[in-house]
């Protein structure tokens, strides 16, 4: 915030398909999709138009109780169709992480309905982002969000990403009668974007928790709604998780929205009993608009094929990015799985020559391609409607932001 409030701001003022302007009328391409989420690109006149339609004719209306929508109860059917979920149930919210705070509350309350009242532990994994909400904040892999906040919610740990091993370890060390729940993304996003260390790394896992009465939660925030190339990206690893939280691409951001999928076997301790175990839910899930700009993006999804079309802009983002594996500048490239990257910096750039991922970002957007700096990476995910050449001035463009990144601190060493 100090940098933000001390610097002009960056005013986004119009986008259409993978452009954006600013104020001065200058263009840049998204490389980003927005935060991960423009599956379909902007300015998508038929999302507005859903929209208006919706609000005209009911504006909104609480979910609460008995009450429903038609738009809720159609995008509910629409997901579940597409789950891969055993008997899967749908609970709406407005984002990501409200969805993973659902979750996890979800699964402790499970577990205490259940006769299980001592499973409330859950285990998430190194570079895992799964929101800034209590519990996603708790949880979350990266050490810097959670410092700071005084205590916050207790019985979790986080594992190496990398490692079934660690898993089953952990889940022994604290006891499977005390752990509630596991939580992963397919490709860990904005923790560096980190595929799984190999295809069978998400069966073993599922093993591991159905082993030892785990519940595998899989977090498709960003990995959703054809990003890799199918609904919910798990798909890619043929297993079946007890949950999965979405958000960002389900509406491709035009309007808040995500949720939580839940098997039958979670969901029935809730639906088929009276009384009410699980007192959860917020003022804005179930929004009609919400869900009508969902179905209309799903519509996109659908009739333009994202879903395939974005498993050759995987090939093609992977096979552009690589060729920055040899700049002096890059440490490591990681592309290939989903429509995602990181550019790494070498230690020699970030650690020896002080440069930093932010002066990158800087660079290319005044060269006109958004990027997204995290600590020693540069993140690219654009719209799955990006074309080849697009991708390849995004490339170059990276290209010469490392270039002029480099030269300026060759600049400045003395002698
Ligand atoms: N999970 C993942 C994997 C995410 O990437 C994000 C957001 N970047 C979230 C959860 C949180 O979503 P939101 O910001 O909508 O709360």
Redesign the pocket.
């Known amino acids: 915030m100090h940098d933000v409030t001390r610097t002009q701001k960056f005013m986004v003022t119009r986008a259409e398909g993978v452009w954006l302007w600013d104020d001065s009328g200058d263009r840049y391409l998204d490389g980003t999709a927005s935060?991960?989420y423009c599956n379909v690109g902007h300015g998508r006149t038929e999302i507005a138009d859903a929209v208006h339609q919706q609000m005209t004719r009911l504006d909104a209306y609480t979910v609460y109780g008995d009450f429903a929508n038609g738009p809720a109860l159609e995008l509910g059917e629409r997901l579940t169709a597409h789950a891969p979920v055993v008997d899967p149930r749908v609970i709406l919210t407005c984002?990501?992480?409200?969805s993973?705070d659902t979750a996890a509350k979800l699964a402790r309350r499970y577990w205490g309905v259940t006769g299980h009242p001592g499973k409330t532990h859950l285990i998430s994994r190194t570079g895992g982002?799964?929101?800034?909400?209590g519990f996603?904040s708790s949880i979350i892999g990266m050490e810097r969000f959670r410092a700071g906040f005084g205590p916050l919610i207790e019985d979790v740990s986080v594992i190496p990403h990398d490692s079934v091993e660690a898993l089953e370890a952990e889940i022994l060390r604290v006891g499977p009668e005390n752990v509630a729940a596991f939580f992963a993304?397919p490709v860990i996003?904005?923790g560096g974007v980190y595929p799984p260390p190999g295809p069978e790394y998400f069966g073993a896992v599922a093993e591991v928790c159905r082993r030892h009465g785990v519940l595998f939660v899989v977090?498709s925030?960003?990995c959703g709604f054809a990003r890799m190339g199918t609904w919910f990206g798990i798909e890619r690893y043929g297993v079946r998780p007890d949950m999965i939280?979405f958000?960002?691409g389900v509406s491709s951001g035009y309007l808040p929205l995500?949720g939580v999928i839940v098997s039958g076997e979670v969901a029935e301790p809730f639906w088929n009993r009276p009384g009410n175990p699980f007192l959860h839910g917020t003022t804005y899930a179930g929004h009609p608009a919400c869900c009508a700009a969902g179905m209309a993006n799903l519509d996109i999804l659908e009739r333009e094929d994202l879903f395939t079309v974005s498993l050759e802009i995987e090939a093609q983002l992977d096979a552009a990015v690589r060729q920055l594996a040899d700049h002096p500048m890059v440490g490591e490239v990681r592309a290939g799985t989903g429509v995602m990257a990181a550019v790494e910096l070498s230690s020699e750039a970030l650690d020896e020559r002080g440069i930093t991922t932010a002066e990158v970002f800087l660079e290319a957007r005044s060269r006109g391609v958004i990027l997204r700096p995290v600590p020693r990476a540069l993140l690219v995910s654009p719209p799955l409607i990006i074309t080849w050449e697009q991708i390849e001035h995004l490339v170059g463009t990276l290209r010469s932001a490392l270039d002029a990144v480099s030269a300026a601190h060759d600049g400045a060493q003395p002698g």
Do not use: F, S
Request: proline content about 0%.
């Open positions: 935060l991960w984002g990501g992480g409200e993973i982002y799964h929101g800034l909400h996603g993304e996003g904005a977090d925030v960003i939280v958000a960002k995500g």
